[in-house]
C-alpha cells in the first residue's frame, strides 16, 4: 500500500541555524509531491511543491530535494527562524489531489 | 472571507449523536476536499467533490459518514451514530481544480466524542 513517513518526529535547532526535514515514500508511481506547515491550531499551510520530473526546486528559504532512487524527500529551511517553528508534513499527491500525509515533524526554534 | 471558512470550531457531542460539520470554500474554486486529522497524526483523506461531477468517497471510513456539497459552495460532512474514535479535527480544503492549484486549507472543526 501507500505510505508516507517521517524519520524524526522532533527536530530542535537554535535561530539562524539552516533546518532539514526529511520523509520517505513508498509509492514508486508518485509524481508530485508537496511540504506543508501547520502551526497549532490552523490548518496545514502550502510551502513548496516538487514533481518527479525534478530533484530539487527552491523558493524562498526553503529547498525542496527529491530523490527517487531511494524514494526520499527532504525540505530545507535556510537561516531558520521562531516563526518557522511548527510541524511539517510531506504529502504525496495520489492522483486528483488526495493527498497521502506523512505523521509529521515538529521543528522547534530557539532564539 | 478570503479563506476556506469552517464551522463550528469545536464541537463536542455525546457517543451516539450525530453532529454535522460545514465548510465554506473559496469563492471560484471548483474542489473541495475534507481530510480527518487525528491528535499527533497526519491528515488522511475522506472525501472530495469537484464541480457537478460525482464525489469521490474512497476515504470515507464507514456508511456512518456522508458528506454532501451544494453546487460549488458550501459542503457539509455529517457523522452519524458518533463513537468515541471519531474525535478528530475535520479539515476542509478547497482548490481551483483537482488537476490545478494548491490546497488552502480552513482551521477545522475540533470533534470531541464522549
Known amino acids: 500500500g501507500e505510505s508516507v513517513g517521517l524519520h524524526l518526529p522532533t527536530l530542535s535547532v537554535q535561530e539562524g541555524d539552516n533546518s532539514i526535514i526529511n520523509c520517505a515514500y513508498s509509492n514508486s508511481a508518485s509524481d508530485y509531491f508537496i511540504w506543508y506547515k501547520q502551526e497549532s491550531g490552523k490548518g496545514p499551510q502550502f510551502i513548496i511543491d516538487?514533481?518527479?520530473?525534478?530533484d530539487k526546486r527552491q523558493g524562498q528559504r526553503v529547498t525542496v530535494l527529491l530523490n527517487k532512487t531511494v524514494k526520499h524527500l527532504s525540505l530545507q529551511i535556510a537561516a531558520t527562524q521562531p516563526g518557522d517553528s511548527a510541524v511539517y508534513f510531506c504529502a504525496e499527491n495520489t492522483g486528483f489531489q488526495k493527498l497521502v500525509f506523512g505523521t509529521g515533524t515538529r521543528l522547534l526554534v530557539s532564539p | 472571507g478570503a479563506g476556506v471558512s469552517q464551522s463550528p470550531s469545536n464541537k463536542v457531542t455525546e457517543k451516539g449523536k450525530d453532529v454535522e460539520l460545514r465548510c465554506d470554500p473559496i469563492s471560484g474554486h471548483t474542489a473541495l476536499y475534507w481530510y480527518r486529522q487525528r491528535l499527533g497524526q497526519g491528515l488522511e483523506f475522506l472525501i472530495y467533490?469537484?464541480?457537478?461531477?460525482?464525489?469521490?468517497k474512497s476515504g470515507l471510513p464507514s456508511d456512518r459518514f456522508s458528506a454532501e456539497r451544494t453546487g460549488e459552495s458550501v459542503s457539509t460532512l455529517t457523522i452519524q451514530r458518533t463513537q468515541q474514535e471519531d474525535s478528530a479535527v475535520y479539515l476542509c480544503?478547497?482548490?481551483?481544480?483537482?488537476?490545478?492549484?494548491?490546497?488552502?486549507f480552513g482551521e477545522g472543526s475540533r470533534l470531541t466524542v464522549l
Open positions: 516538487i514533481r518527479s520530473n525534478m
Open positions: 480544503a478547497s482548490s481551483l481544480g483537482v488537476h490545478t492549484g494548491e490546497l488552502f
Open positions: 467533490f469537484q464541480g457537478n461531477s460525482a464525489p469521490d
